[in-house]
């Protein structure tokens, strides 16, 4: 098949300049589930476009939520008709709270049926992702299509970053159209240099500065410069609640730990300082009610973000809104000299014990211990996220991917996304066995890629967080927290996947360092004590 690209005065059909459009957006690997709303766009699929099958549209989104985190470049889902659009939406709501930049697109029945409510036919069907796209669409004429889909990828691509949405009759892929237009637009809004620079007359007089830092440094590239001005200023890092990427190098001597999404506890960790900087995150995230003292007190609070609404909605302090790309090169300009104390370090960890069952620390210790230089960690065990926090130290910048939604149903399929971006890094799914089994056939596709995904599962037999959150709001016996008789090995076996069980502490570390150098996709299962961790 051939890759000419048309002359701006070909006319050519929408599918033709959709192919052309996707081509020169570097979007050529599709994610999807097709259905027959779909198929006028599959027709003769181009040698040089790679179609990655989900079996459900929900790990499909998330499959392509952690690729296009993981290449920093959007990523196109092609779904079917308002149904698989009502499966994916649990994951278009956490790809918006990731900030990842996607372009999906549904088939719609086809025009001429749409007056008479026919089969698959989606009533307004633009809204239904509402409010979680940042932008939406149903083109009024067939020839349209391209430009709403250039459209999309450029809101998807502009910071914050977000998921877009276009509905797509069917028969509108045969009318004729011409090429889309090859354009150029900015990503980056640059700060107010009166706001930057009232941040770093600020930074010159306080004595206890701590920065506070989110996932947006990560995914703008900025951890080096935010790192740099740590350094410059001699302040502590903790890393904002929830964060999604990484935030700070963990075994850096200025990484202070994670703020807990918790008012009274983030009020504690920041309330000794006389500044306080947050870059790329919220002021703050909460889980739980509670007083935040610092709030009503009289220390000021700078945040740099390239979400206004984040910006809008922290209850104190000053907003700059715009890239940290290049705000943080233009603060470290403007500071003056000083001379800190450095702040005290963190203590050592202490290593867990090896015992039966296996606690979840030492679960984690064993996984920093042995993994291989680079490894990228998706994780998703909300049960167990203290204990990666205080074993697991993620050592650099774009090895670490979570969720910010709170929905479950990421991990296993945004590790496949990560591993189609990242083929030469083993990923590492660290998931609960409740979350595993949200989206347990992303397994398949992994399989059938054979990507480097080594799947532990930390199998405490339920829903771990929900018996934290049980005994924090004095909630007795509720239903519905355990889960007997599922039995991960076997069923990653019937999807293809190499995967065997730890019986105790002692055979663990051979476990995992074997995990590690499987060619292809392996799940290990390893039950864990079902000790009730304190989130918050």
């Not at 092609?78 to 900030?99: D, E, K, M, P, Y």
């Not at 995150?281 to 909460?286: E, G």
């Not at 014990?353 to 679960?363: F, G, K, S, V």
């Not at 590790?415 to 971006?421: C, H, P, Q, T, Y």
């Amino acid at each position: 098949m051939t890759t000419r690209t048309p002359a701006a005065t070909d006319k050519i059909t929408v599918r033709e300049a959709t192919i052309d459009l996707l081509r020169r957006l570097d979007m050529t690997t599709v994610f999807g589930n097709p259905g027959s709303t779909e198929l006028p766009f599959l027709n003769n699929w181009p040698r040089d476009f790679r179609y990655i099958l989900g079996l459900q549209e929900a790990s499909v989104v998330a499959m392509a939520d952690g690729y296009a985190r993981a290449t920093g470049r959007a990523a196109f889902c092609n779904l079917h008709s308002a149904g698989g659009i009502g499966h994916a939406l649990g994951s278009v709501f956490t790809a918006f709270r990731n900030q990842a930049p996607l372009v999906i697109s549904a088939g719609q029945q086809a025009r001429s049926l749409l007056p008479m409510q026919p089969f698959l036919g989606a009533t307004e069907a633009a809204n239904f992702p509402q409010p979680y796209v940042k932008w939406s669409c149903e083109p009024a004429r067939a020839e349209d299509v391209p430009t709403a889909l250039a459209h999309a990828y450029h809101i998807a691509m502009q910071r914050p970053c977000g998921p877009t949405f276009v509905s797509i009759p069917m028969d509108d892929w045969s009318a004729e159209t011409y090429p889309t237009a090859a354009r150029i637009v900015s990503r980056d809004t640059a700060p107010d240099p009166d706001l930057l620079a009232a941040l770093a007359r600020a930074l010159g007089r306080s004595e206890r500065p701590v920065l506070v830092i989110g996932p947006e440094v990560d995914s703008e590239g900025a951890g080096e410069a935010a790192v740099a001005l740590a350094e410059r200023l001699c302040a502590p890092v903790w890393v904002s609640p929830f964060s999604s990427n990484v935030g700070f190098p963990e075994e850096h001597p200025l990484f202070a730990g994670f703020l807990p999404a918790a008012p009274g506890a983030v009020s504690a960790a920041l309330s000794p300082h006389d500044l306080v900087v947050v870059l790329g995150a919220p002021v703050f995230t909460f889980h739980v009610a509670g007083d935040c003292a610092l709030f009503r007190s009289d220390t000021p609070l700078f945040q740099i973000t390239t979400d206004g609404e984040a910006a809008a909605a922290a209850p104190i302090g000053t907003g700059i809104v715009g890239s940290l790309r290049l705000a943080l090169p233009a603060i470290m300009a403007l500071l003056p000299a000083r001379n800190r104390v450095a702040p005290s370090q963190r203590p050592l960890r202490e290593i867990p014990l090896a015992r039966d069952p296996i606690p979840a620390e030492y679960l984690m210790h064993m996984i920093s211990a042995t993994m291989p230089a680079g490894a990228i960690i998706v994780e998703e065990a909300p049960s167990h996220r203290p204990a990666m926090h205080e074993h697991l130290p993620i050592r650099g910048f774009g090895q670490f991917y979570t969720m910010a939604s709170g929905g479950l149903g990421y991990g296993l399929p945004a590790a496949v996304g990560v591993a189609l971006a990242k083929p030469e890094q083993r990923v590492i799914c660290i998931m609960g066995d409740g979350s595993l089994m949200y989206s347990i056939q992303a397994l398949w596709t992994a399989a059938q890629h054979r990507l480097p995904i080594s799947i532990v599962v930390a199998n405490n037999g339920g829903y771990g967080a929900m018996r934290s959150f049980s005994r924090a709001l004095n909630v007795e016996g509720p239903p519905g927290i355990d889960l007997p008789g599922i039995d991960s090995v076997q069923i990653a076996a019937g999807f293809g996947c190499a995967a065997s069980r730890v019986r105790d502490a002692a055979s663990l570390e051979a476990a995992l360092i074997e995990a590690w150098r499987v060619n292809g996709p392996v799940l290990i299962d390893v039950p864990v004590d079902r000790a009730v961790a304190t989130l918050y």
